[in-house]
Structure formats: structure tokens, C-alpha cells
């Protein structure tokens, strides 16, 4: 079982930046795919932007040019610097890992950390 800590939240006003920081138990060069996912009261859990092991980057659309991901392997840390916040990235972050094994799909997922925005 993988155990993935995530770190860095708190309150931010907007336009300020914040950088996430999602540390495995394990070597995260056997994760297919990483990826930062964002949970508000009104939304359920939603992608916010991934890495895939052959380091091919994706964002959702509201937050494209504004966060960067990126991961560390030596450190097994995957990272989400958050720049020009808005109110509405206000939610609960989420780390998420994935391995592929054939047809089976094993995933994790860390247990959050509260980003704030104010205006």
C-alpha cells in the first residue's frame, strides 16, 4: 500500500502562488501516472492537472498557464506550484497515483490538503 502525504496548503490572498508537495512511501518512478485533483463543497473531485511517466503533462483548462506540475523522483515527491490563485481554486487538494499492471489499474490517493483563496 502506498501512502502519499500531501503538503503546502493553506490561505492565500489572490494572485499570490502556492506550491503543493506530495511525498510517496515508495519510488514513484513505478507510477504510470501522477496527478493533483481538486474537491470544492459544490463539485465533486475533479482533475486538476497530471503527469504521466513519460513525463507528458496535462491541465485542466482553468488552470492552463497558471500551475505547473512536475515531480521529483529522487525526492519521490510530485508538485503543484500554484501561481496567480483565484477564489475559485479554493477546494481540497488531492494527490493521486496510478499503476498499470496489464488490465488491473491499482490507484492512490493522499489525504488532502485545504487550499484557500481570498479575495
Known amino acids: 500500500q502506498v501512502q502519499l502525504v500531501e503538503s503546502g496548503g493553506g490561505l492565500v490572498q489572490a494572485g499570490g502562488s502556492l506550491r503543493l508537495s506530495c511525498t510517496a512511501s515508495?519510488?514513484?518512478?513505478?507510477?504510470?501516472?501522477l496527478g493533483w485533483y481538486r474537491q470544492t463543497p459544490l463539485n465533486s473531485r475533479e482533475s486538476v492537472a497530471g503527469?504521466?511517466?513519460?513525463?507528458?503533462?496535462n491541465y485542466a483548462a482553468s488552470v492552463k498557464g497558471r500551475f505547473t506540475i512536475s515531480r521529483d523522483n529522487s525526492k519521490n515527491t510530485l508538485y503543484l506550484q500554484m501561481n496567480s490563485l483565484k477564489p475559485e481554486d479554493t477546494g481540497v487538494y488531492y494527490c493521486?497515483?496510478?499503476?498499470?499492471?496489464?488490465?488491473?489499474?491499482?490507484?492512490?490517493w493522499g489525504q488532502g490538503t485545504q487550499v484557500t483563496v481570498s479575495s
Open positions: 493521486q497515483m496510478q499503476r498499470f499492471r496489464g488490465p488491473f489499474i491499482t490507484t492512490f
Open positions: 515508495e519510488n514513484i518512478l513505478g507510477a504510470n501516472a
Open positions: 503527469i504521466t511517466s513519460a513525463d507528458t503533462t
